[in-house]
């Protein structure tokens, strides 16, 4: 790799180190804040809460856990915290990307796979990440990020399973990225 390759690359990100001290501090902020800590599941829970809830108000009666999840943010699920940190997470996403010149509409992937074949393989990983998500209780911000911000046993074994899967799967998938 060149220099110049180096030099442009550092340029347009930024150093994950410092990424992830920054990470640390939003959620340590977040704890301090508003006594919890950060996640993303809470905020699609949200969304289908109210998506039910427009298409049948007495939906929420029949199902136990929706009952719950809508109940505790009183009328509107929408005006929970979460939704609005998503909300943040959204925008200062293409915020970034536009500042630094990558905001783009395009599909990146590996010479050997198609666009549709990337974009089916993120939908379906989207998928399945959601799902486990909701039998882990919570995404990989909110159980396992959080849960080892508190030293939770729980959270220090999410995030080995999510990285113990991720390597015993990256074999199979590693052909459609290199």
């Given at each position: 790799?060149?220099?110049?390759?180096t030099?442009?690359?550092?340029?347009?990100?930024?150093?994950?180190?410092v990424?992830?001290?920054?990470?640390?501090?939003?959620?340590?902020?977040?704890?301090?804040?508003?006594?919890?800590?950060?996640?993303?599941?809470?905020?699609?829970?949200?969304?289908?809460?109210?998506?039910?809830?427009?298409?049948?108000?007495?939906?929420?009666?029949?199902?136990?856990?929706?009952?719950?999840?809508?109940?505790?943010?009183?009328?509107?699920?929408?005006?929970?915290?979460?939704?609005?940190?998503?909300?943040?997470?959204?925008?200062?996403?293409?915020?970034?990307g536009?500042?630094?010149?990558?905001?783009?509409?395009?599909?990146?992937?590996?010479?050997?796979?198609?666009?549709?074949?990337r974009?089916?393989?993120?939908?379906?990983?989207?998928?399945?990440?959601?799902?486990g998500?909701?039998?882990?209780?919570?995404?990989?911000?909110?159980?396992?990020?959080?849960?080892?911000?508190?030293?939770?046993?729980?959270?220090?074994?999410?995030?080995?399973?999510?990285?113990?899967?991720?390597?015993?799967?990256?074999?199979?998938?590693?052909?459609?990225?290199?």
């Amino acid at each position: 790799m060149s220099n110049n390759t180096t030099t442009e690359r550092s340029r347009r990100y930024l150093n994950p180190y410092v990424g992830g001290v920054l990470l640390g501090l939003v959620l340590l902020a977040a704890n301090f804040v508003s006594g919890r800590g950060l996640g993303a599941s809470g905020a699609v829970k949200s969304v289908v809460a109210t998506s039910i809830q427009a298409v049948d108000k007495n939906a929420s009666e029949t199902m136990p856990f929706m009952e719950e999840y809508a109940g505790s943010h009183g009328d509107n699920p929408m005006k929970s915290w979460l939704v609005f940190q998503m909300m943040g997470v959204i925008v200062g996403g293409f915020l970034s990307g536009a500042v630094a010149g990558r905001l783009k509409l395009k599909v990146e992937h590996s010479p050997k796979i198609t666009s549709k074949r990337r974009l089916i393989f993120a939908l379906a990983g989207g998928i399945l990440f959601g799902f486990g998500s909701q039998i882990g209780r919570g995404c990989t911000s909110g159980s396992a990020l959080s849960g080892m911000a508190v030293l939770s046993l729980g959270g220090f074994v999410t995030m080995m399973g999510i990285f113990g899967t991720a390597f015993a799967l990256a074999y199979f998938f590693r052909r459609n990225w290199i």
